[in-house]
Every structure is written in C-alpha cells, then in structure tokens.
C-alpha cells in the first residue's frame, strides 16, 4: 500500500493547473500516451534525435502524474513526484538537459519567472552524460521500479 502525500501535494500539483500543460490520464494506458507524446516529438523535429531512454528510465520512478507542454512549452514532459515534493521537466532530445524543481519557499530568490512554473524552484540541471542516472536516483530520492520498455522505435533520421 502507498504511503499517505504530504500535505504539499495539492500545491505541487496545482502548478501544472495551467493552459501550458496537458495532463496524461493516469490510467492503465498511461506509458502508451507517454510513448506516443514522445513519437508526435520525433515526427515534429526531424532533424534531432530522441532519447527515449532517459525518458523511460524517469518513468520508472513512478510520477504521480505526468503532464505534456503544450504551445510555448511543446515538447517538455514534466513528471511529478510529489511524495518527494520534485518536479522533472525534461525534452528527451539529445543535448537537451533535464531540469529538476522543488516547492518554493517563501522568499522570491531562484523562484521561476515563468508563470507556468511559479512556485516551483529550480534545484538542479540535469546533463544526460556521465553517471546521470545515479545523480537523478539520489536527488528524487526514490527507487527505480521494473517497467515494460516502449513499444515502438524512433523514427530513423535520414542523412
């Protein structure tokens, strides 16, 4: 059985309540949608090449939900975790980092400017190169369950 979410868990949440974000229904079909997001990426940027990877590695880690960006934010996934209070926003493209966020405190310094993200406080950047994997495991704080690989390929890019 699950532990009980802290009481910060509504307004965790209540950040992703925005015309810029699109919730993923969390039901039985929730990865399919996930993969499916990442293949409409793919298709609209044919010219860079998708890390579908790091992008099932972070599903893993179980988000209580998981929204996709929509008009100026297309393309960003944000994977929310609010047992630990951490919000992962990412582009699964090649050189594109992640970025890991938090619940503000009250003073204003390094609170996000952007309105789709206010509240929220940038804790780290994360660069897919080296032991990434490690850092993400340590800073959410959670372990990684067993989850079934994506179904499909990316498309192949031509020369």
Known sequence: MDAPLP????????????????????????????????RYLADRTPNAALDLDRLYYTYKFGPASIYVGRFERQGQFALVFPNVNRVLIDVPLVGRAAYLYGLASPSPSGISADSSLQGLKQITRICHIGDWKRRLKKLLGLKPVRAPRPRFKAPRRSA
């Open 7 to 38: 009481p910060s868990t509504g307004l965790l949440l209540e950040k992703f309540n925005s015309s810029v974000w699109s919730p993923l229904p969390m039901d039985g079909q929730v990865r399919e949608r996930l993969w499916a997001e990442a």
